[in-house]
């Protein structure tokens, strides 16, 4: 938010039925349900017959055109969010990673760098980078980040 706040023309937008992914509210508490089993987000949105990715961004487009921002610096970790915004008409000029230190309770659960908040959990964005074995990040959370971002693993190539 500092980021934003502190912009001369720093807009957040927050846009209806984005919950999990797009899937929806209900679909995403049943996924939790999952989650809580040990699945990781794609699986169990896979499990439940809900798509992997359905989130819109035509919205988010129409307000920020509506705004005079056809061109923006994008805050995401997602690769798949800057193509949406690409196909939707607005270039997005540069992808800014967002860099989250762990919380306590994250620095505190075992395992938790592999698990699905892993990459902000040490700190820094996971990025195809992280794979090909460059010994930063374990090759299967590797393989689990990019797909949850949208981008195919470069390892599994």
């Given at each position: ?70 061109e923006i610096k994008l805050l ?31 620095q505190a659960l075992p395992g ?21 074995g460059s010994g930063r990040v ?20």
């Open positions: 938010m500092d980021r934003i706040t502190t912009s001369p023309v720093g807009v957040l937008i927050y846009l209806p039925f984005q919950e999990g992914r797009g899937i929806g509210l209900v679909n995403k508490i049943r996924a939790y349900a999952l989650q809580d089993q040990g699945y990781d987000t794609v699986d169990a949105n896979v499990a439940i017959g809900a798509p992997i990715e359905a989130r819109d961004y035509d919205l988010a487009a129409h307000i920020l055109f509506d705004l005079g921002y056809p995401t970790n997602n690769p798949a969010k800057v193509e949406a915004l690409r196909e939707e008409g607005v270039d997005v000029i540069e992808q800014l990673p967002l860099i989250v230190k762990p919380s306590a309770l994250q938790d760098q592999e698990g699905a908040h892993g990459a902000q959990a040490v700190g820094r964005a996971a990025s195809s980078d992280d794979c090909k374990p090759l299967p959370f590797c393989c689990r980040r990019m797909r949850e971002a949208g981008a195919r693993c470069h390892c599994l190539a």
